[in-house]
């Protein structure tokens, strides 16, 4: 099966957000024990969106956690901060889990 656009729009942004946000942590960031949190978050986010290019079906939950963990972490500091994260997460979570684009998780992954 042909990938799905907002699959491929989906996978593409959180490795570039991933890789943006590892970059830019790890420049104004000092070297500490958060820092190691961080990076491994964002590796998640660049993992999540490799796979979801392939197909898995477990990257999509991934994916969802993921931006599930920002608007519960966002929303710690502000409303306004987390409406953004919101938005995103309501917009994958239908994007991946509703036909057409669930069809492309059901096939046999992509390699």
Do not use: C, Q
């Not at 491994?40 to 993992?47: N, R, W």
């Amino acid at each position: 099966m042909k990938r799905p656009f907002a699959v491929a729009f989906l996978g593409w942004l959180f490795i570039l957000v991933g890789l943006g946000a590892l970059l830019y942590h790890l420049i104004k960031g000092a070297l500490d024990f958060w820092m190691i949190l961080i990076v491994l978050f964002e590796l998640i986010a660049v993992l999540a969106g490799v796979f979801l290019l392939k197909g898995r079906n477990w990257a999509r939950w991934l994916l969802l956690a993921w931006i599930a963990f920002h608007v519960i972490s966002s929303g710690l500091n502000s409303l306004s901060m987390s409406l953004p994260h919101l938005l995103l997460l309501i917009a994958a979570g239908y994007f991946l889990f509703t036909p057409p684009d669930s069809r492309y998780f059901s096939f046999p992954p992509l390699e």
